[in-house]
């Protein structure tokens, strides 16, 4: 069973930083597609950001020039560093994992039915 744990989301002011690291459980998934999604509450669930296995890196426009996404595949861990937060990025930040290795266009990965594994998600808190 594929495992994808979430850490670093906490509190943080706006105008503040703060890092999430995901987690994969199984080597293989060092060379998957890995995705940021996150759901607010009382919205529906939101592309964030993706590292796929060809390297390539796409971001939802809310966030471009502020998040940055990456990945340390001798750890098995995507990070999502995320700066210059405000309270509208608060929501239940999850990462995703598509193991596919399939060429496919930037929209296929906005989705979050192109991912086959996600993790529980970790809280951030944005105060004004």
């Known amino acids: 069973q594929v495992q994808l744990v979430e850490s670093g989301g906490g509190l943080v002011q706006a105008g503040g930083s703060l890092r999430l690291s995901c987690s994969a459980s199984?080597?293989?998934?060092?060379?998957?597609?890995m995705g940021w999604f996150r759901r607010a509450p009382g919205k529906e669930p939101e592309f964030v950001a993706t590292?796929?296995?060809?390297?390539?890196?796409y971001y939802a426009e809310s966030v471009k020039g502020r998040f940055a996404i990456s990945r340390d595949n001798a750890k098995n861990t995507v990070y999502l560093q995320m700066s210059n937060l405000k309270p509208e990025d608060t929501a239940v930040y999850s990462c995703?994992?598509?193991?596919?290795?399939?060429?496919?266009?930037?929209?296929?990965?906005?989705?979050?039915?192109?991912?086959?594994?996600w993790g529980q998600g970790t809280q951030v808190t944005v105060s004004s």
């Open positions: 199984e080597r293989a998934f060092s060379s998957s597609t």
């Open positions: 590292f796929t296995w060809t390297s390539n890196t």
């Open positions: 995703a994992a598509d193991p596919t290795r399939s060429f496919q266009p930037a929209s296929y990965y906005f989705r979050e039915g192109s991912y086959d594994y």
